[in-house]
Structure formats: structure tokens, C-alpha cells
């Protein structure tokens, strides 16, 4: 168990620099561009 | 009996905070707020008038699409940590599609079984690596942007949360709906159709959020054990999963969405969840 949540406690870290290296490089300005505009594609426009 | 009787209530309210924004829904025009910079757990369109945040599989796409960025750390990252506290537990209670597809279900008819079909599970993990991260990748324009193939051919949440929605209050979007948009909503009405006799198709055979998901079932902090001590391997919780999973063998299998059915249905008490914090505690 122990080893386990070692492992889970490892990829939640990983994920939490994942995060911070995505907004730092900022991938966050894309997402938001694409979110707030009417996806075409999403809704079957093309 | 062995159904848990709030599991709709957790679902509902998801539906309804991943959907605040419910102006949207008369005015026919979507969210542009900076919530939308985060991704919400469940699948659910951006592009819905009610979304107040973004969908995780369409921004996958649109970074991975994009000139800038090949590789989303950032999306990635948010779905690992989604994982790794939750696993599956988001498509049995977080997301709205999957509540969906379960009302659905409600519909009284004859319901088939799912067991025979194993081997379609599989396309989920096709249909994440090829729409979602390959195709978006390679496939480019002159500029360098990929379309976001999953959303665009396949994905049948666009209709129903995004064009139906703003196409009945929306004149100019409802005369811009062409053919893409009746193959979309094929796929949506074949969707709608399977859930009534099968449960959950589009989760067992073609998310691939669910895909991504599922990788960290066997490594979520929730998780689920089994006490060998108690269990007499009577097969009570398989027989109740509509999962198809053998829970007193796997409990933490990939296709398990954490309903808690089996927890209910073990006469023996022995199928446990848990939210292990620490090496021997759990909460």
C-alpha cells in the first residue's frame, strides 16, 4: 500500500509541474482563445 | 437494490456547475469568461451556452493543433492529476455525457448485455491516440494548425450540448448547419439509440476521456480493495456490475466508473472504497 501511494504521490507531482511548465510556456492564453469562441468544429459547422 | 440512490444527485449537480452559466441557454451565446482557461473533469462541449469552463479532449486538440504548441503539458497535466486523485470516479459521477447516456438507460425496454462485446473497449484508446493526439499532430495546414479531429468527426456532445442548444435560439447558426453537422448528429441519435439497451456505449467503447482515465485506475488515491478474507467469490458484484467487471478479481479494473453497485450487492462486505492518503490510514 505504502509503495502504491509512493507511486500515486509521484504522478501527482509530475502532473503538478505539468501544470505549472504549461502555464509558464503559455498554453493557457491558447486554451482560453479556443474556449471562449464558438467551436465550428465542435458543433458541426466544419 | 444494489443501485446507489444518490449517485444522480452528485451527477446532476456536476451536470449543473460544469453548466452555470445558464443565460447562455436563452441568449443562445457561450461563456467568455476566464474559467474557461480550466478544464472541467467530465466531457462537456465548450462550446455549450451553459459551459463555464472547457472541455479536457477539445483543448488537448486545440494546443496539440495549434502553431505554437505540439505537446499540451498543461492539459495533459490537468487530466493526470484528475487521474491520479480520481480516476474513472469522473465518468460515474462528474460527467455530464455519461449522466447522460445513464437516463437514457431509465427508458423502460429490454436491455442487452455488454459482455459479448469486450473486445470494443479497445477503440476508446485507438480513437484517443489517433483523433485526438496523431491526427491533430500531423495532419496541418499551411500554417501549421491541425483540426481538432475527435470534436469534429466523432465527438456526438458538440451536437447535443453546443448546436442544438444555440441552433433553437440562434438564427444565423441554425442556417450554417450543413453536412458535418447531419453526420454529427447520426452519430448522436445512434449514440442515444445503443444507451437505450446497452448502458454507457459511448463510455465503454469510444471516450476517450474515459481512455485516458482509465489508465489510472490502478493508481488512484480513491480506489477500491477487496478483503480475501471475507470473500467467498460468490459473484455477486459481477453479476450486478454493468461494467462487465469482475470486481472480487479486479477491483480496480479499467472499466470501472466507481458506481459502487458491488459495494451494495457483496453479502459479505468486502469490496471496500477508499481515499488512502497515507501508507496504512485511509479516509
Redesign the interface.
Known amino acids: ?2 509503495r ?2 509512493r ?2 504521490t509521484f ?2 507531482l ?10 509558464f ?8 482563445a ?3 469562441n ?2 465550428l ?6 | 437494490m444494489a443501485e446507489n440512490k444518490n449517485r444522480w444527485k452528485i451527477q446532476a449537480a456536476a451536470t449543473l456547475l460544469t453548466n452555470a452559466h445558464l443565460t447562455g441557454f436563452f441568449t443562445g451565446r457561450i461563456y467568455r469568461g476566464k474559467f474557461k482557461a480550466v478544464c472541467v473533469p467530465g466531457l462537456n462541449c465548450y462550446s455549450c451556452p451553459g459551459a463555464v469552463g472547457s472541455c479536457p479532449i477539445g483543448s488537448l486538440q486545440a494546443v496539440i493543433g495549434s502553431s505554437k504548441f505540439k505537446f499540451s503539458y498543461y492539459i495533459v497535466g490537468i487530466l493526470i492529476l484528475f487521474g491520479v486523485l480520481l480516476g474513472r470516479l469522473v465518468c460515474g459521477f462528474l460527467c455530464p455525457f455519461g449522466w447522460f447516456q445513464e437516463l437514457l438507460h431509465k427508458i423502460p425496454s429490454k436491455k442487452l448485455s455488454t459482455q459479448r462485446l469486450h473486445a470494443l473497449t479497445w477503440l476508446k484508446y485507438g480513437i484517443l491516440l489517433v483523433f485526438v493526439i496523431v491526427l491533430p499532430l500531423v495532419v496541418v495546414d499551411e500554417v501549421g494548425m491541425g483540426d481538432p479531429w475527435f470534436c469534429k468527426w466523432l465527438c456526438p456532445a458538440g451536437v447535443l450540448e453546443g448546436a442544438l442548444p444555440l441552433a433553437l435560439v440562434d438564427e444565423g447558426i441554425r442556417s450554417a448547419l450543413g453536412w458535418l453537422f447531419t453526420w454529427k448528429s447520426c452519430l448522436l441519435i445512434g449514440v442515444i439509440t445503443l444507451s437505450v439497451f446497452f448502458y454507457r456505449p459511448f463510455c465503454k467503447w469510444l471516450c476517450p476521456l474515459g481512455a485516458f482515465y482509465a489508465l489510472f485506475n490502478k493508481v488512484s488515491f480513491y480506489r477500491y480493495s477487496v478483503d480475501h478474507d471475507r470473500c467467498s467469490q460468490c459473484g455477486a458484484c459481477s453479476k450486478v456490475c454493468k461494467m462487465d467487471v469482475a470486481v472480487y478479481r479486479t477491483p480496480n479494473h479499467t472499466e470501472c466508473i466507481r458506481c459502487g453497485d458491488c459495494i451494495r450487492a457483496c453479502p459479505h462486505e468486502a469490496i471496500r472504497k477508499s481515499i488512502t492518503l497515507k501508507g496504512e490510514g485511509s479516509l
Open positions: 500500500m505504502l502504491k501511494n507511486r500515486s504522478i501527482l509530475i502532473a503538478a509541474s505539468m501544470i505549472a511548465a504549461g502555464v510556456r503559455g498554453e493557457v492564453q491558447t486554451v482560453l479556443k474556449a471562449v464558438l467551436c468544429e465542435c458543433v458541426g459547422i466544419g
